[in-house]
């Protein structure tokens, strides 16, 4: 018998994009110049790292109030790290090929995102309300 967890937020494609996308941001903030590094590198990071986070949570919750907010904080997040990532390459410390690679991951955790609050808002909380 497969002890393998299933169904769990690890299961979602958008939290497996998300925490994708928080390693590229990541790896990209490394190449930063070291004297930006203590504070533009962390942001960018840490705010990345919310992503999986707050889907993990929105998953893990039953109070329906408590879902659309985690969607609802992680979708605001998704806005964070693209500003990031916009300000990175006004600040020459990405070029326009690693914003795009970026942005096209953003662009698809903000999709799933989208639609996994519009599932909820048409049909309710429910176990089989997940976007994989």
């Not at 769990?8 to 590229?24: K, P, S």
């Not at 004297?35 to 707050?54: H, N, V, W």
């Not at 914003?99 to 048409?122: E, G, T």
Request: proline share 2%; hydrophobic share 40%; with cysteine.
């Amino acid at each position: 018998m497969d002890s393998r967890k299933t169904n769990g937020y690890e299961d979602l494609t958008v939290w497996q994009l998300a925490m994708d996308l928080a390693v590229d941001c990541h790896r990209l903030s490394k190449q930063f110049p070291s004297i930006d590094r203590s504070g533009f590198e962390a942001s960018l990071f840490q705010t990345a790292m919310l992503l999986p986070e707050y889907i993990a949570d929105a998953h893990a919750r039953s109070s329906s109030s408590v879902y659309l907010e985690n969607i609802s904080l992680a979708l605001g997040t998704v806005a964070r790290v693209e500003t990031c990532i916009l300000l990175a390459e006004r600040m020459r410390f990405c070029n326009g090929e690693q914003r795009k690679q970026i942005m096209d991951k953003l662009n698809s955790v903000r999709w799933l995102l989208v639609r996994l609050r519009n599932a909820f808002n048409r049909r309710g909380i429910s176990d089989e309300v997940a976007v994989s």
